[in-house]
C-alpha cells in the first residue's frame, strides 16, 4: 500500500466512524486506523469499547493489513466512567449491532469483562495495546498494569484522553511511559498518548531527552486534575494555557508507521 491508498484507507475509515457514536476526533481516528499495519509479534487489544467505534476502526485496520482477529474488553455496564449516550437501546446489543452492520463481528474476539478479570487468564503477546476504559488513576493503571508484561518490544502503546480533564490517562502516560527506561518514541496526537516498547533496550539520549520535555509540560496539568478528581476548586484558565502548550498535531502517519516498523525491526 503506498502513501495515496494508505490515506484514501484513513478517510474512509473517518467518514465510516461518522456513523457511529463515540468520542474520538478525526485526527484520533486517522491515528488509530494506522495501528493495525504495524508489523510484529502479537496481538492487538482494545480496553475499553463502548459502540464499538474504535473497535471497528481497529478491525477494519485490521482486516486491510491482513490481520486475524483483534481483541475487545469491556464489562459494557452503566457506572461514572462510561460516557453518556443517546440512544434508548442498551450499550450491549449497541456495541454488538455496529460490530456487525460493518462486517467485522467475525475478527473481533469480544471480552466481556472488566479488564482485571481479563488479565487473570490472558497469556497472549501484544503488539498493539489500546487503552480508553477507566479515566480514573486507579482505573487506567490497573488497564496498563495488567497487560505490560505481555507487550513485545516494537509494540505501542496507546492511551486516550491524556491532555483531557481526567486524571488517570495523563499520570499513566508520564509514569508508567514517558518516565519509563523500557520505551522509546513517544508522542501525542489529538488526545491519544502512545509510547512504543523497547523492552531491555535503552533509551537513547534524544528519546530521553524528547520524553522528558513532554512529561515536564504534561505534569504541569497534573495538579488541576487531581483537584478535579478529588472535588476541590482548580484554576481551569491556567490547566487550559499549559494544555495549549503540549504538542498534539496529527504526524505524517504514513512516514510515523514505516518509522515504527523500522524501531519493530531493529528491537528483534
Same mark, same amino acid.
Given at each position: 500500500?503506498?502513501?495515496?491508498?494508505?490515506?484514501?484507507?484513513?478517510?474512509?475509515?473517518?467518514?465510516?466512524?461518522?456513523?457511529?457514536?463515540?468520542?474520538?476526533?478525526?485526527?484520533?481516528?486517522?491515528?488509530?486506523?494506522?495501528?493495525?499495519?504495524?508489523?510484529?509479534?502479537?496481538?492487538?487489544?482494545?480496553?475499553?469499547?463502548?459502540?464499538?467505534?474504535?473497535?471497528?476502526?481497529?478491525?477494519?485496520?485490521?482486516?486491510?493489513?491482513?490481520?486475524?482477529?483483534?481483541?475487545?474488553?469491556?464489562?459494557?455496564?452503566?457506572?461514572?466512567?462510561?460516557?453518556?449516550?443517546?440512544?434508548?437501546?442498551?450499550?450491549?446489543?449497541?456495541?454488538?449491532?455496529?460490530?456487525?452492520?460493518?462486517?467485522?463481528?467475525?475478527?473481533?474476539?469480544?471480552?466481556?469483562?472488566?479488564?482485571?478479570? +481479563?488479565?487473570?487468564?490472558?497469556?497472549?503477546?501484544?503488539?498493539?495495546?489500546?487503552?480508553?476504559?477507566?479515566?480514573?488513576?486507579?482505573?487506567?493503571?490497573?488497564?496498563?498494569?495488567?497487560?505490560?508484561?505481555?507487550?513485545?518490544?516494537?509494540?505501542?502503546?496507546?492511551?486516550?484522553?491524556?491532555?483531557?480533564?481526567?486524571?488517570?490517562?495523563?499520570?499513566?502516560?508520564?509514569?508508567?511511559?514517558? +518516565?519509563?527506561?523500557?520505551?522509546?518514541?513517544?508522542?501525542?496526537?489529538?488526545?491519544?498518548?502512545?509510547?512504543?516498547?523497547?523492552?531491555?533496550?535503552?533509551?537513547?539520549?534524544?528519546?530521553?531527552?524528547?520524553?522528558?520535555?513532554?512529561?515536564?509540560?504534561?505534569?504541569?496539568?497534573?495538579?488541576?486534575?487531581?483537584?478535579?478528581?478529588?472535588?476541590?476548586?482548580?484554576?481551569?484558565?491556567?490547566?487550559?494555557?499549559?494544555?495549549?502548550?503540549?504538542?498534539?498535531?496529527?504526524?505524517?502517519?504514513?512516514?510515523?508507521?514505516?518509522?515504527?516498523?523500522?524501531?519493530?525491526?531493529?528491537?528483534?
Amino acid at each position: 500500500m503506498d502513501n495515496e491508498q494508505f490515506n484514501q484507507h484513513l478517510n474512509e475509515m473517518v467518514t465510516m466512524a461518522s456513523g457511529i457514536e463515540g468520542h474520538l476526533t478525526v485526527r484520533e481516528i486517522r491515528f488509530l486506523a494506522t495501528l493495525p499495519f504495524l508489523t510484529g509479534e502479537g496481538e492487538i487489544l482494545e480496553i475499553g469499547s463502548f459502540m464499538g467505534r474504535s473497535t471497528t476502526i481497529l478491525a477494519k485496520s485490521a482486516i486491510r493489513a491482513m490481520r486475524a482477529r483483534i481483541h475487545a474488553c469491556d464489562p459494557l455496564l452503566p457506572s461514572d466512567t462510561v460516557p453518556k449516550f443517546t440512544s434508548d437501546e442498551k450499550l450491549p446489543d449497541l456495541f454488538h449491532r455496529h460490530i456487525r452492520q460493518h462486517d467485522v463481528a467475525g475478527i473481533v474476539e469480544f471480552h466481556q469483562v472488566k479488564s482485571s478479570e +481479563l488479565a487473570k487468564s490472558w497469556n497472549l503477546p501484544l503488539r498493539i495495546l489500546w487503552i480508553d476504559g477507566d479515566h480514573s488513576y486507579k482505573g487506567a493503571m490497573v488497564d496498563f498494569e495488567g497487560f505490560q508484561e505481555y507487550l513485545k518490544p516494537g509494540a505501542v502503546v496507546c492511551i486516550h484522553d491524556v491532555i483531557h480533564e481526567f486524571e488517570g490517562p495523563t499520570r499513566v502516560l508520564i509514569e508508567k511511559i514517558l +518516565l519509563s527506561a523500557s520505551f522509546g518514541d513517544c508522542g501525542i496526537c489529538g488526545s491519544i498518548g502512545w509510547g512504543q516498547y523497547i523492552g531491555d533496550r535503552a533509551p537513547t539520549g534524544k528519546q530521553w531527552s524528547e520524553k522528558i520535555s513532554l512529561s515536564r509540560k504534561l505534569s504541569r496539568l497534573v495538579p488541576h486534575l487531581v483537584s478535579v478528581a478529588n472535588g476541590l476548586p482548580s484554576n481551569r484558565l491556567r490547566y487550559k494555557i499549559d494544555r495549549a502548550r503540549i504538542p498534539h498535531s496529527e504526524p505524517n502517519l504514513f512516514r510515523w508507521l514505516e518509522e515504527r516498523i523500522r524501531a519493530t525491526i531493529g528491537n528483534r
